[in-house]
């Protein structure tokens, strides 16, 4: 899509720099360049790519997305108290129109792939049924598995408590006594969780290491670390394209 013109202070202010009347400021300051030039106006029609703020480029004017690896501990939400996953992030965007957010949430507890986005369509194709990206998690168990476990995931019919149908089928890789990887189709509330308990065992650590075939390990993010994407990249990762 081509670029559209919109005013300057809509432009700084959606991207999270500060609010429309601080923008008049920056402009009678010099700070702002519109191609190489001074701006004029606030109210200047511009194009985002050709702003510069003290010398620097716009911070991802056209949308923002990125995979993150959550640590252990950081809370998915803008508002609860604690550790919250925006603290790894530049204070600006928590300020930005469209909102940047979470594609589904990872527990607190839970580490691993998450990824986020201000891209409602990307957002939609990462967690509607229909598209069903798979979400891969890496698991540790309090006690031995006993053998029955892979057949009971993958038959479409293990019942979580207080849902009313039953768990999509499972894929469960055993990968020692007490570890497994586990490929879901589908995102429930706790869901790796509660699948465990309903087996008659208790998930000790959960990671998330794949979204669809893109893993974490392929991007090399240490904990806390993101990396950004143009979102059609992006999907195209996810997808194996
Ligand atoms: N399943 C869970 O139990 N927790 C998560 O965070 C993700 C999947």
């Not at 992030?89 to 928590?94: N, Q, T, Y």
């Not at 476990?149 to 006594?177: I, N």
Request: hydrophobic share 35%; aromatic share 6%; proline share 4%.
């Amino acid at each position: 899509m081509a670029e559209k013109k919109e005013r300057l202070e809509k432009i700084l202010s959606n991207l999270g720099y500060g609010a429309r009347k601080d923008v008049g400021y920056w402009v009678r300051s010099g700070w702002i360049t519109v191609d190489g030039k001074p701006a004029k106006a606030a109210s200047q029609k511009v194009l985002a790519s050709q702003v510069m703020l003290e010398g620097k480029p716009l911070d991802h004017p056209h949308g923002l997305t990125l995979v993150y690896h959550k640590p252990l501990g950081a809370v998915c939400s803008r508002k609860e108290d604690g550790r919250l996953i925006y603290a790894d992030f530049p204070e600006r965007w928590l300020g930005r129109k469209p909102a940047l957010s979470s594609v589904g949430r990872l527990d607190k507890e839970t580490s691993g792939m998450l990824v986020l986005t201000d891209d409602g369509a990307l957002n939609h194709q990462l967690t509607s049924p229909k598209h069903d990206i798979s979400k891969t998690y890496a698991i540790t168990l309090a006690e031995p598995l006993k053998g029955h476990e892979t057949e009971k995931l993958a038959s479409g019919t293990l019942m979580l408590d207080a849902d009313d149908r039953p768990c999509k089928a499972a894929e469960l890789e055993v990968t020692g006594e007490n570890t497994a990887n586990l490929v879901l189709h589908e995102g429930r509330y706790h869901q790796v969780r509660r699948m465990f308990a309903a087996l008659g065992n208790h998930v000790t650590a959960l990671e998330r290491i794949q979204i669809g075939v893109l893993s974490l390990d392929s991007l090399g993010l240490e904990a806390g670390e993101y990396q950004t994407f143009e979102s059609d990249k992006l999907l195209q990762m996810v997808v194996g394209l």
